[in-house]
């Protein structure tokens, strides 16, 4: 079992920054890889980006490209999703998840234990 715990959503405006964190527990962190999705109201859950088990490799969505990075602490069992250049379009609950073949794979249903959302909102 592996439990995780977002943290570091809220609003801000058009352009500015945000931090989020993914905070686990359970398994050992450093056997699995990690990835955020989002989900704007009315629309698909959306991958955002994933990382390696060591955090060696990452990989993020065009739409995001550029503007986010995913990192993590092994030694702390946290991920992060640093957030810059906010846009009115990245507005969503924010989520992590944990694979446990330790796959970095862009599809949700390939990754077993999910957060419970953090909420983004961006002004324009």
């Known amino acids: 079992q592996v439990q995780l715990v977002e943290s570091g959503g809220g609003l801000v405006q058009a352009g500015g920054s945000l931090r989020l964190s993914c905070a686990a527990s359970g398994r050992t962190f450093s056997s699995y890889a990690m990835g955020w999705f989002r989900q704007a109201p009315g629309k698909e859950r959306e991958f955002v980006a994933s990382?390696?088990?060591?955090?060696?490799?990452?990989y993020a969505a065009d739409s995001v490209k550029g503007r986010f990075t995913i990192s993590r602490d092994n030694a702390k069992n946290t991920v992060y999703l640093q957030m810059n250049r906010l846009k009115p379009e990245d507005t969503a609950v924010y989520y992590c998840?944990?694979?446990?073949?330790?796959?970095?794979?862009?599809?949700?249903?390939?990754?077993?234990?999910w957060g419970q959302g953090t909420q983004v909102t961006v002004s324009s």
């Open positions: 990382i390696s088990r060591s955090g060696g490799n990452t």
């Open positions: 998840a944990a694979n446990m073949a330790s796959v970095m794979t862009t599809r949700a249903r390939e990754y077993e234990y």
